[in-house]
């Protein structure tokens, strides 16, 4: 598996706004985008540094994975997201390596990347995401 960066890193907030205020009040970021995925039920606010992307994740409904996870264990880093090439060789190389997967097949995640996640008991209590390095 040939891991190029991190693409971002996901951080479960309660109050979208007021995260976005506070990245760009007290840490001096700019917000780039904000964009919601209906079908995973979350909104996103994206902030770029170098070449990785923080994205505030808000639920749009109690049910939904950000919701849950802010229900049980409250506000904080949710995923760590890896950029890779060809996504389906590497989900492909994961599972016949032992890893569980969340996703054998990709979705469509934020800014129309073809994502997948990786069960965190497979990776020592992370939640990781690879995403197809489009670049």
């Known amino acids: 598996m040939n891991i ?10 309660s109050n979208l706004n007021d ?9 001096g970021l700019k917000c780039y985008s904000i964009e919601e995925v209906k079908d995973q039920k979350v909104k996103i606010a994206f902030f770029m540094i170098g070449q990785t992307k923080i994205e505030l994740l808000e639920t ?4 939904g994975a950000i919701g849950k996870f802010i229900e ?8 760590i997201a890896f950029a890779v090439k ?4 590497v989900l492909s190389e994961l ?5 569980q997967l969340i996703d054998k097949t990709t979705r469509k995640g934020a ?12 990776a020592h ?6 995403c197809e390095d489009k670049k």
Do not use: M, Q, R
């Not at 599972?95 to 890893?99: A, K, L, Q, Y």
């Open 4 to 13: 190029s960066h991190i693409e971002h890193i996901g951080i479960a907030v």
């Open 19 to 27: 995260a976005i205020k506070f990245y760009e009040d007290k840490l």
């Open 60 to 63: 749009t409904e109690p049910d």
């Open 72 to 79: 049980k264990k409250g506000e904080g880093i949710h995923h």
């Open 86 to 89: 060809e996504i389906k060789d």
């Open 95 to 99: 599972e016949n390596n032992g890893v």
């Open 111 to 122: 800014e129309g990347l073809d994502i997948a996640f990786l069960n965190p008991k497979s």
């Open 125 to 130: 209590g992370v939640l990781i995401e690879v």
